[in-house]
C-alpha cells in the first residue's frame, strides 16, 4: 500500500490521488488476465485457433479438391487417402478439412445474425418497455413454444434447403433466445442513473443503447455468444445428417456421418473404417467442447465471482 | 457503566491483511482492544477505516479474501484464533452474535420472522422451541414492536425497516450473547425509525448486561449509544476514550476534526426572483397518487432544501420537475414560463439549464467511460465543443471541482466516493445550468468528505448563481447549505420558509418531531428526548 498523506485538517480530494493506483492499458491488462487463465481456456483458445486456421487456408492444406471423386469408393485408410475414401471414392480428409470451412463459416455467419436480429430487438424492447416490448415479448414466446428443430424442418422444407435459407431460419429461431437474454440483461442496466442522465440530457435512443448499454452487458452478449455457436454448429449438423442442411457437393461434417455411418458396422473387420464416421463427429464435439472452455473462463472472469477460500 | 472485573474480550495487537491487486495490503495494523461485560464500545471512523473488518475480527472471523497475519482475539478466556472453525462456530449466533446494516437483506424472506428469530437458540438447544418462541415475543415486546404476540408470524416483507432491524436485534439477543457486534444498524433508516431502533437497542443491551462493539460513522449516533469510543483510520487507532470525555476535549487533531465538520453553517439570504416554482402540482406512479398539490418556489442563485422522511414525496417532486414523471395537474414554472411536462417535449434549452446530482454517484456514472468521456458528452452535446477549445473547458471543470488532469482516464471504479460524487457536479456543471436538483448527494459519504462536497457546492453557487433544489433527509446538511426550507410530509408540502424560520419554534407536529429526532453530539440526548416525549 502505498504512503497515505499526513492527517490533515480538512477533506482535500487532491490529497486523495496519492492513495490511487494508476490504470492499465487495454493490451496489459488482456496480457494478464491471458496469462492467469486456467489450462482449460488455453486449451480451448489453442483448438479454435487451429480449427480458424485450417478454415481459412483450406485449400493449401487440403490434398485433393473438395469434390474430387477417385475410382474406389469407401478405400482403407492407406498413403493416398490418409482417412479413405466416402460412399463415392472422396478423400475423407479433405472434405474433413472443407468441412471445417462450411459448417464453421456458416455458423459463425448464421450467429452473428441472430445476434444483430435478437440483440437489437431486445434492446429496444428493454429501453421502450410499452407495447412494442409488449408484442415482442410475446411473439419470441410463441416461438419458443415450438420445439426448434421440428420448427427448422418445417420451414426448410417449405423454403428450398440451400445456404442462405439455412442461415436466415436458424438465425432466426436462435435469436428468440438472444432477445431473452439482451432484453432481460438490458432492463437491469436501463433503470441504471446514468441512462437517465443520459434521457434527461435528450439523448437519442441510439446513443443510448450504444454509448450507455451496449458496453455494460456486452460480457453475457459475449458468453451467450460462444454457447449459441456451439448450438448453431450442432443444428446444421444434425440438420446436415437429416438431409435438410448443407447439400452436397459441399462439404459438412454432419452429412459426413450421415454419409459414412453405415462404415461402423465393418469395425469388426477393420477398426480404422469404424472409426471413420467418427471423425467428422469427433471434429464437432472437440470444437464445441474448446469453445465451451473459453466461454467459461470469460464467464467466470467477467461475472465478478472468485473463488471462496 | 458496570464494571465487574475481567474483560469478556479482549483483541491484542490485531493486524489483518486482504488480497487485492494479486498483493496482500495490511487492512488493520495492531490494533488493541478490551471489553468488559456491559460495557459498550464505540467504533468510528470514515470508510476504509477498518471499522467493518475489525468488529468481524471480534467474532474471529476474515472476510474472503482477508487473512489475520498477527494478534490474538481472547473471548471469555479462549483465543478464537486458534480453535477449529467448528469450534468457533459453535459461538457464533449463541455467545457472540451480529447485528448487520441491512436487514432487509439478512433475513429470508421465505421463513416467518419467528422462525428466523429462536433459530440459532434452539439449533444450540439452549431452550426447546416452546420456551425460544415465548421468549422472543418477550424481546419484541422489550424492543417496543408492535403486537408482539402476533409480529413474528409475519414474513420480513410485511413490516418496516426499522421494525425489521429491531426483529435482528431481537435475533441476536434471542440467545443471551456475551457479546454483539452491531454494523452500522441504523444508517439505513429515517431519523423518526432511527430514533425508536436506537433506544431499543440501548435499553435491551443495558437489560442483559450485554457487552457490544457498536460500529458508526455517525458521531452523535455512537456519543448515545457507547460508553467508550475508539476512533480508527487508515486501520489503526487513532485515539480512545470515555464517550464525554472524547466528545469534549478529542485529544487528536483528526478526531478534532472529525468532530468539527457538522458545524459549517451557511448564511441564509432570501430573494425574490424565482428561478423555478411548482405550482398545485399533483404526480403519481400509476393510480397511486404520490404529490397532492405541492408549492414549491426556488429563488434564483439561492439553495431550497427539501426535507422529509422516505416516502415523503421529495424525489417523486424532483422527477417531476425533470420531466421524468409527467405531473397530472398543475405546472411547473421555470425561468416565468410553463416548463412542458413531458420530457420528449422540452426544448434542448430547457434540457440543459435543468441538471441532476443523484444520491448513488457509483450508479450515476457509466462504469465503463472514463471520467474524460463522461464530463466531455455535455460538452458536445449541449454546447457543440470539439478539440482545443473542449479540452481547455475539461480541465477549467475540473479544476473547478478540485481535480487534476490525472484523473480523465480513469473509470469510476478507480475514483472514492468523493471523487465520484465531484465527477457527477463537473458534469452537471459542464451544461452550464440554471437549477440542479441535487437528490440526497451527501447522504451516501462519510462526514468529512460530505464536508468537502457542500464546500464545493456553496463554492460553486457564489461563484456561478446556480440554484440548488436540495433534496435530503440530514438536518445538519440542510444547516449547512440551505436558504430556505421545505418541509414535505406524505406527498404534502408541510411548511415552506426561511432556515431560521423553520429551525426555531413554534413547529407544526410534524416538523417538531423531524427535528427532534435528529440525533445531537450529546450522549444526554436520546435520555432526554425519551423523558420529554415521555416513552
Aim: include cysteine; charge should be negative.
Amino acid at each position: 500500500m502505498k504512503e497515505r498523506p499526513e492527517t490533515d485538517q480538512s477533506y482535500s480530494a487532491a490529497a486523495e490521488v496519492g492513495a490511487l493506483r494508476q490504470r492499465r492499458g487495454r493490451a496489459e491488462r488482456w496480457w494478464l488476465a491471458l496469462k492467469k487463465a486456467p489450462f482449460s481456456a488455453w486449451f480451448g483458445m489453442v483448438v479454435i485457433s487451429a480449427y480458424s486456421i485450417v478454415a481459412l487456408f483450406a485449400p493449401w492444406f487440403a490434398p485433393y479438391g473438395e469434390a474430387e471423386i477417385f475410382p474406389t469408393p469407401f478405400a482403407p485408410w492407406d498413403e493416398t487417402h490418409r482417412f479413405g475414401t466416402d460412399q463415392i471414392g472422396r478423400d475423407i480428409l479433405t472434405r474433413l478439412i472443407y468441412g471445417a470451412r462450411n459448417t464453421m463459416g456458416i455458423a459463425l455467419v448464421t450467429t452473428l445474425l441472430s445476434f444483430l436480429i435478437g440483440g437489437g430487438l431486445g434492446l429496444v424492447a428493454a429501453i421502450n418497455r410499452s407495447w412494442l416490448d409488449q408484442l415482442l415479448s410475446r411473439t419470441v414466446d410463441v416461438l419458443m413454444a415450438i420445439p426448434s428443430l421440428i420448427f427448422a424442418l418445417v420451414l426448410l422444407s417449405i423454403f428450398k434447403p440451400s445456404v442462405i435459407s439455412l442461415i436466415l431460419i436458424i438465425a432466426v429461431l436462435d435469436s428468440t433466445r438472444v432477445f431473452r437474454l439482451t432484453r432481460a440483461v438490458a432492463i437491469n442496466v436501463a433503470v441504471m442513473d446514468y441512462v437517465e442522465v443520459a434521457r434527461l440530457r435528450g439523448e437519442k435512443l441510439s446513443w443510448v443503447m450504444k454509448n450507455e448499454i451496449l458496453p455494460n452487458i456486452m460480457p453475457p452478449l459475449v458468453a451467450e455468444f460462444g454457447l449459441r455457436f456451439s448450438f448453431v454448429f450442432l443444428t446444421i449438423a444434425a440438420l446436415s445428417f437429416l438431409g435438410v442442411g448443407i447439400q452436397p457437393p459441399t462439404a459438412d461434417w454432419g452429412s459426413m456421418v450421415r454419409d459414412n455411418a453405415s462404415l461402423i458396422q465393418f469395425a469388426q473387420y477393420d477398426l480404422k473404417a469404424g472409426i471413420t464416421p467418427l471423425l467428422p463427429a469427433a471434429a464437432i464435439a472437440l470444437l464445441t467442447v474448446a469453445v465451451n472452455f473459453v466461454v467459461d473462463w470469460f464467464l467466470h472472469k467477467t461475472s465478478g465471482l472468485r473463488d471462496e477460500q | 457503566m458496570n464494571d465487574n472485573g475481567k474483560p469478556i474480550l479482549q483483541m491484542n495487537n490485531i493486524h489483518i491483511e486482504g488480497y487485492s491487486d494479486e498483493r496482500w495490503h495490511p487492512i488493520i495494523n495492531g490494533v488493541d482492544l478490551e471489553l468488559k461485560r456491559g460495557q459498550v464500545l464505540g467504533l468510528i471512523g470514515e470508510s476504509g477505516a477498518g471499522k467493518s473488518t475489525l468488529g468481524l475480527a471480534a467474532m474471529g472471523f476474515a472476510r474472503s479474501g482477508c487473512r489475520f497475519t498477527q494478534g490474538q482475539v481472547i473471548f471469555d478466556g479462549v483465543n478464537l484464533l486458534t480453535l477449529k472453525e467448528s469450534q468457533r462456530r459453535k459461538l457464533w449466533g449463541t455467545r457472540i452474535a451480529y447485528v448487520a446494516q441491512s436487514a432487509a437483506a439478512a433475513f429470508n424472506p421465505a421463513h416467518r420472522l419467528i422462525e428466523q428469530t429462536i433459530e440459532s437458540a434452539s439449533r444450540a438447544q439452549i431452550r426447546s422451541e416452546a420456551e425460544s418462541r415465548k421468549d422472543a415475543i418477550d424481546l419484541y415486546g422489550s424492543l417496543h414492536l408492535p403486537d408482539p404476540e402476533r409480529i413474528g408470524e409475519r414474513y420480513p416483507h410485511q413490516v418496516s425497516g426499522g421494525q425489521l432491524q429491531r426483529v435482528m436485534t431481537a435475533m441476536a439477543m434471542s440467545s443471551r450473547p456475551d457479546l454483539i457486534i452491531f454494523d452500522e444498524p441504523t444508517t439505513a433508516l429515517d431519523v423518526t425509525t432511527q430514533v425508536e431502533v436506537l433506544a431499543a437497542m440501548r435499553e435491551i443491551v443495558d437489560q442483559y448486561n450485554t457487552a457490544a462493539i457498536y460500529i458508526t460513522h455517525d458521531l452523535s449516533v455512537v456519543a448515545q449509544m457507547a460508553d467508550e469510543i475508539k476512533v480508527l483510520r487508515y486501520g489503526s487507532e487513532v485515539e480512545q476514550a470515555e464517550t464525554r470525555t472524547m466528545l469534549h476535549s478529542p485529544k487528536e487533531q483528526y478526531t478534532q476534526s472529525l468532530w468539527s465538520v457538522r458545524s459549517l453553517e451557511k448564511p441564509e439570504s432570501r430573494s425574490d426572483d424565482i428561478v423555478l416554482s411548482l405550482k398545485d402540482i399533483d404526480a403519481g406512479y400509476g393510480k397511486t397518487p404520490v404529490l397532492h398539490g405541492i408549492n414549491i418556489d426556488l429563488p434564483r442563485g439561492k439553495t431550497v432544501a427539501v426535507v422529509g422522511e422516505s416516502g415523503s414525496g421529495k424525489s417523486t417532486a424532483a422527477r417531476v420537475v425533470t420531466g421524468l414523471l409527467p405531473q397530472t395537474n398543475g405546472t411547473v414554472m421555470f425561468n416565468g414560463k410553463p416548463l412542458p411536462s413531458a420530457l420528449k417535449d422540452r426544448t434542448p434549452d430547457q434540457l440543459q439549464r435543468i441538471q441532476m446530482i443523484y444520491q448513488m454517484a457509483d450508479t450515476a456514472m457509466n462504469p465503463r467511460q472514463t471520467v474524460e468521456k463522461i464530463i466531455s458528452r455535455p460538452l458536445e452535446f449541449f454546447h457543440n465543443l470539439t478539440g482545443r477549445e473542449k479540452e481547455k473547458r475539461l480541465l477549467e471543470l475540473l479544476s473547478m471541482i478540485e481535480l487534476d488532469e490525472s484523473f480523465l482516464d480513469r473509470l469510476p471504479a478507480e475514483l472514492s466516493g468523493g471523487q465520484k460524487q465531484r465527477i457527477c457536479i463537473a458534469r452537471a456543471l459542464a451544461a452550464e445550468p440554471d437549477v440542479i436538483i441535487c437528490d440526497e448527494v451527501t447522504s451516501a459519504l462519510d462526514q468529512i468528505v460530505q464536508e468537502g462536497i457542500l464546500k464545493l457546492l456553496l463554492r460553486l453557487q457564489d461563484e456561478f448563481g446556480i440554484s440548488y433544489l436540495f433534496i435530503t433527509h440530514d438536518i445538519a446538511t440542510v444547516r449547512a447549505i440551505s436558504d430556505e426550507i421545505v418541509v414535505m410530509y406524505q406527498g404534502k408540502v408541510v411548511e415552506q420558509g426561511l432556515k431560521s424560520q423553520i429551525l426555531s419554534p413554534p413547529h407544526p407536529e410534524y416538523t417538531e418531531l423531524l427535528l427532534s429526532s435528529v440525533p445531537e453530539m450529546d450522549p444526554d440526548w436520546l435520555t432526554n428526548l425519551l423523558a420529554d416525549r415521555g416513552v
